[in-house]
């Protein structure tokens, strides 16, 4: 009888695990990323997300966080767990090759079925969050209240026991591994974990409101615009009227909103990825008392998006190029608080698992193609779209402010 019921437990799961793969045999490397969708998180499980990606950092059931970091770190880059949007994501970097790929499973697979979660590692996690002063990218990018009273242990134990589960999981392998061994190698890993799916706890599946009142000393102005598919076409467009808009010192920020009418002190443009598409987003620290100054210089900006040339559209195309191989300071693309898309085989299958969790797999190749033969028409109108949305204010909570 007790046989017969531990086999029963132990039967491996028939719902397969999505896993997209992106192969280059000439890479030293492969990347093994996991993503857990996280769509219906109200505010304080937002807050509890990041403390639980970091707890599965501390240790699994079979390896301490020092055997995590050097026997998943074989290759030189350290296993990474990230909120990114509304997915949580992990990425274990290996020498490429089969053997690599087994180690880089080996790990993802134990930091999402066992992990510790320690009492006591989750509560430091949460105060050292807590201790956190917010800067001016976290202004922009989290526009919402941090309410830590109702973050605790248990609210961050009860989130992995509610999320993690088959269903929410969504892999993609990369670089150098043998054909077609990817798929079945996490089958394998994941055989027997089939943890209950349960609903989670009912909770406001939105951020809280973003702040539209204003108080002495600095403020965040920006600008979200519609969410982007993860088509070629359309990623290219939208990076380059990004560029045009918030990057560097030919932007129309720098030069009109700063330069010229003495409106912010500091200016940001990125693609924020959500549930079905990149969402633009453009941000700049400035002085709520210069609130009425802000509609005439988006006229400004407006006219000077129209007047776009040809030579324009090349010197774009160089910063864009310049920004996703890692060669400039500036991040397109959001893939968590220290990350963006720089070149690196890693970021590169974080963008590239984003693409695929929004619906259409993009390589970065594809992206590349595009990105020299996107119309300036389509620049134009992906800048213009984003520029004519309505702003909001989100006050300051720097020191001194």
Known sequence: MIHALL????????????????????????????????????PEDQLSLPILGKSLM??????????????????????????????????????????????????????????????????????????????TFDLGVYPIRKNWTSVSVARVKRLYDERFVRSRLQFLVSGNYPAGSAGQAIEDAFAYWAPKESRPADQSKADVPLVDATRGGFAVWSLTGKPVPSTPDRMAALALALAKLGVGKSSSL?????????????????????????????????????????????????????NLTDQDLLSLRAKVTASIEGKSSYG??????????????????????????????????????????????????????????????????????
Request: with cysteine.
């Open 7 to 42: 086999l029963a437990t132990l039967q491996p799961s028939a719902t397969p695990l999505p896993v997209a793969e992106s192969r280059d045999p000439g890479s030293k490397s492969v990347v093994v990323c996991a993503a857990l969708k996280m769509p219906d998180l109200g």
């Open 58 to 135: 501390q240790g699994t059931r079979n390896y301490t966080r020092e055997e995590i970091q050097s026997y998943g770190g074989q290759d030189g880059v350290a296993p990474t767990v990230t909120v990114c949007g509304r997915w949580l994501i992990l990425t274990v970097q290996a020498p490429g090759g089969k053997e690599g790929m087994n180690v880089a499973i080996d790990v993802i697979s134990e930091m999402i079925k066992v992990p510790n979660l320690f009492d006591d590692q989750v509560s430091s996690l949460i105060e050292a969050a807590k201790s956190q002063t917010p800067s």
């Open 254 to 306: 720098f030069q009109i909103a700063r330069e010229q009418e003495r409106l912010c002190y500091q200016s940001m443009a990125f693609a924020w990825p959500s549930l079905t598409g990149w969402e633009p987003r453009i941000a700049a620290l400035s002085a709520p008392d210069r609130q009425s100054g802000w509609s005439p210089a988006i006229n400004e900006i407006k006219l000077q998006l129209e």
């Open 332 to 401: 397109l693309f959001f893939l968590g608080p220290d990350d963006s898309l720089d070149g690196s085989i890693r970021s590169r299958t974080i963008w590239e698992m984003l693409s695929v969790l929004m619906g259409r797999q993009t390589s970065l190749d594809e992206f590349r193609e595009s990105l020299n033969k996107v119309p300036l028409a389509d620049v134009k109108s992906e800048a213009l779209d984003l520029i004519t949305q309505t702003p909001h204010w989100i006050p300051d909570r720097l020191p001194g402010g």
